[in-house]
């Protein structure tokens, strides 16, 4: 690995570990590697139950745990529920992104990964998804809030990874380990919204 400089990087007062929620591997590389580099110790947690189709699902997936294991980081492989997932946005498929429906999506993803770490033993928890330019960095946050708020002692980690050029970071690794790159966020609506996109781009 290259040596990157990059501000230092501390968990909250008193915590040991982390679980990293991650979206998928171009989001999550640049946060994987800048804690890493502080020597904190982390764990992976792939709960993506919005990606659609499947196939896209197991292709962010599979990227996702390639990386984690080319670094020797523990990666959790969760339930594939999308079933779940389209029932609590049901009502909302025409929302835009970052409206009601992205709100619901984050909770439930990381309503998962909060219930995961108090069952073992982490204080501490954390997302990529807000490293992303289009995700509403404060919508992340207050979906971690609220997910950490069920539990005594548990704390959602609001670190901003897009600041002092994260994102920038985060491209030029997915660039450099040549990770899949997604044409859309996600979901069925993502998907849906991306495919009306490209379509009046390509009349115009």
């Known amino acids: 690995m290259n040596e990157v ?17 991650s979206c998928c591997a171009p989001c999550s590389g640049e946060v994987m590697e ?21 196939r896209e699902y197991l292709l962010r997936k599979d990227e996702n745990a390639r990386f984690a294991a080319r670094h020797g980081v523990a990666f959790v492989d969760a339930d594939y529920d999308d079933a779940l997932w389209l029932a609590r946005t049901k009502g909302l498929e025409c929302e835009p992104e970052r409206g009601e429906r992205c709100s619901i999506c984050f909770d439930m993803r990381l309503e998962r990964t909060a219930l995961y770490a108090y069952e073992h033993g982490f204080s501490v928890i954390t997302s990529s998804l807000g490293i992303s330019r289009w995700k509403d960095f ?10 950490v708020s ?11 990874w897009r600041k002092a050029g994260g994102s920038a970071r985060a491209v030029e690794i997915a660039k450099r380990e040549k990770f899949y790159q997604q044409s859309y966020c996600g979901c069925l609506y993502s998907l849906r919204d991306a495919h009306h996109r490209r379509g009046i781009a390509q009349r115009s």
Not at 138 to 147: I, L, T, W
């Open 150 to 160: 069920r539990y005594d002692g548990l704390v959602y980690w609001d670190h901003n």
């Open 34 to 54: 800048a804690m890493l580099a502080a020597g904190i110790d982390y764990t992976v947690f792939f709960y993506n139950p919005n990606i659609h189709p499947e």
């Open 5 to 21: 400089r990059r501000p230092a990087l501390s968990l909250p007062a008193g915590h040991a570990k982390v679980l990293l929620h």
């Open 138 to 147: 404060a919508q992340v946050v207050a979906s971690g809030k609220r997910a």
